[in-house]
Each structure stands twice: as C-alpha cells, then as structure tokens.
T-cell receptor, first 111, second 113 residues
Framework: GNSVTQMEGPVTLSEEAFLTINCTYTATGYPSLFWYVQYPGEGLQLLLKATKADDKGSNKGFEATYRKETTSFHLEKGSVQVSDSAVYFC??????????FGDGTTLTVKP | DSGVTQTPKHLITATGQRVTLRCSPR?????VYWYQQSLDQGLQFLIQ???????AKGNILERFSAQQFPDLHSELNLSSLELGDSALYFCASSVESGTYEQYFGPGTRLTVT
C-alpha cells in the first residue's frame, strides 16, 4: 500500500533560519503530493501541493518539488518566522481517493 | 475558515456507548473524508465518500460506520466505544474524488471515560 515517511521531529530553529523537512513516499501510479499545516487547536490547512513529477508547489515562502526519481517531496523555507511554529504533514492522494499522511513534524521557531 | 463544519466540537461519553459525529462539506464539494488523530497513532484515514457512495476505505474499525446523505453532509457513527477511541476526529472535503486537495474542518474531540 501507499506510505509517507517524514523526517522525525521536533525541529527547533531560530528566526530567519533555513528550514528543510524531509518527506519520502511509496505509491503506485501517479499520486498528488501535499503539505498541510496544523496550528494548535485547529484543523489541517493546505500549505501547498504538486500534482505531477517536477511540479513545484509554493505558498507563503514555502516550497516543495515533486521528485519522482527519488520519491521525495521535501518542504523548504528560506527564512522562518515565529508564526511558522506548527505541525507539518506530508501527504499523498491516489487516483482512488485514498489519502495517506506522514506522522507530522513539529516545528518550533524561537525569536 | 475552511468552509467545512463539524458538530459537536467536544463530546464526552462512557465506554460502551454510541455517538454520531456530523460534517457539512464546503459548498460544491462532493467528496467527504473522515480521519482520526490520536497522539500514539497520528492522523489515520478512515473512509471517503463521493456523492453519496463509499469510495475508499482506510483503517476503519468494524464498530465504526459512516454515510453521506443526498444533501452531501456526512455522519460518522462510533459504537461500543472503548477508551482507545478517544481522539480528535476530522472531516475533510474536496471538490471531486481522487488526487485533489482536501479542506479540513475544525474537528470533534471525543473523550471516552
């Protein structure tokens, strides 16, 4: 079956540091890939997505590129802010509608 | 605000009981998904409905069932509740079934005592 493996957390960074959260996946066919973010006490929100190989998703300074050759979708941001502190989930959805989420990575950004 | 609503926000009940969680998708979305989020198991996909029909099934226990009604709202029924069923239950919706982004509701926190 499908699976998503995320970099283990928690991750603690200083403001303006560079962020990378690794994500690799296993799936048959051509899934779409997503990063979702969950702030304390809230539901998940879509951060960015990519629907085919070599697509780059981007939003609010975050980026991730769909790499089929390495089955990866790493999340990056050049300069994090305190407000980016949250839990980040990598996920995939296949053509049948089945969704698989990673375990989540908790990011804490300190001023 | 994602446009997905869930009720109730909190639910406290005893072991052995049955509860119903309700979800209204975003206007125009045909697919509804249910997830369970617990500390020890992370976010688990339970089941998906598309336009009233079951489309995909994940790690859903036999004690749990769901349905999607003609007005597209969905209900998740949990029966013979156990302490381990205590979790956050999220509903999400998407415009179609398949490789589409999902919009999540605020969740229902279920506590089984």
């Amino acid at each position: 079956g499908n699976s998503v493996t995320q970099m283990e957390g928690p991750v603690t960074l200083s403001e303006e540091a560079f962020l990378t959260i690794n994500c690799t996946y296993t799936a048959t066919g051509y899934p779409s890939l997503f990063w979702y973010v969950q702030y304390p006490g809230e539901g998940l929100q879509l951060l960015l997505k990519a629907t085919k190989a070599d697509d780059k998703g981007s939003n609010k300074g975050f980026e991730a590129t769909y790499r089929k050759e390495t089955t990866s979708f790493h999340l990056e941001k050049g300069s994090v802010q305190v407000s980016d502190s949250a839990v980040y989930f990598c996920a995939l959805s296949d053509a049948l509608g089945k969704s698989t989420f990673g375990d989540g990575t908790t990011l804490t950004v300190k001023p | 605000d994602s446009g997905v609503t869930q009720t109730p926000k909190h639910l406290i009940t005893a072991t052995g009981q049955r509860v119903t969680l309700r979800c209204s998708p975003r206007s125009g979305d045909l697919s509804v998904y249910w997830y369970q989020q617990s500390l020890d198991q992370g976010l688990q996909f339970l089941i998906q409905y598309y336009n009233g029909e079951e489309r995909a099934k994940g790690n859903i226990l036999e004690r749990f069932s769901a349905q999607q009604f003609p007005d597209l709202h969905s209900e998740l029924n949990l029966s013979s509740l156990e302490l381990g069923d205590s979790a956050l239950y999220f509903c999400a919706s998407s415009v179609e079934s398949g490789t589409y982004e999902q919009y999540f509701g605020p969740g229902t926190r279920l506590t089984v005592t």
